[in-house]
C-alpha cells in the first residue's frame, strides 16, 4: 500500500503559476504511469498529465502548452507546474499512481486550486 499527500493548491489570479506536489510513502519506481487528474464541481474526474518512468508524458488538450508533469525517483514525487491558469482550470487536483505489477491504482486525497478571474 502507498500513501500520496498532494500540496501546493491555492488561489491564484487568471495569468498566474502554482506548482502541485505529490509525495509518495514509498519508492515511486513500482509505479508507471504516475500523474494528475482533477474534478471540478458537476463534472467527472478527468485526467490532466501523466508521467511513465521512463519519462513519457501525456496531457490533455485543454492543458497542453501551459502545463508541465514531471517526477523525481530520488525524493518519491510527482509534480505539476501550471501557468498561465484559467479560470476553467479550478478543480480540486488529485496526484494517481498506478502500479506496474498489477491493477492497483491509488489516489491522494486531492488538493483545490481555484483560479480567479
Known amino acids: 500500500q502507498v500513501q500520496l499527500v498532494e500540496s501546493g493548491g491555492g488561489l491564484v489570479q487568471a495569468g498566474g503559476s502554482l506548482r502541485l506536489s505529490c509525495a509518495a510513502s514509498?519508492?515511486?519506481?513500482?509505479?508507471?504511469?504516475m500523474g494528475w487528474y482533477r474534478q471540478a464541481p458537476g463534472n467527472e474526474r478527468e485526467v490532466v498529465a501523466t508521467i511513465t518512468s521512463g519519462g513519457s508524458t501525456y496531457y490533455a488538450d485543454s492543458v497542453r502548452g501551459r502545463f508541465a508533469v514531471s517526477r523525481d525517483s530520488a525524493k518519491n514525487t510527482v509534480s505539476l507546474q501550471m501557468n498561465s491558469l484559467r479560470p476553467e482550470d479550478t478543480a480540486v487536483y488529485f496526484c494517481?499512481?498506478?502500479?506496474?505489477?498489477?491493477?492497483?491504482?491509488?489516489w491522494g486525497q486531492g488538493t483545490q486550486v481555484t483560479v480567479s478571474s
Open positions: 514509498g519508492s515511486i519506481t513500482a509505479f508507471s504511469p
Open positions: 494517481n499512481a498506478r502500479s506496474r505489477y498489477n491493477s492497483n491504482t491509488f
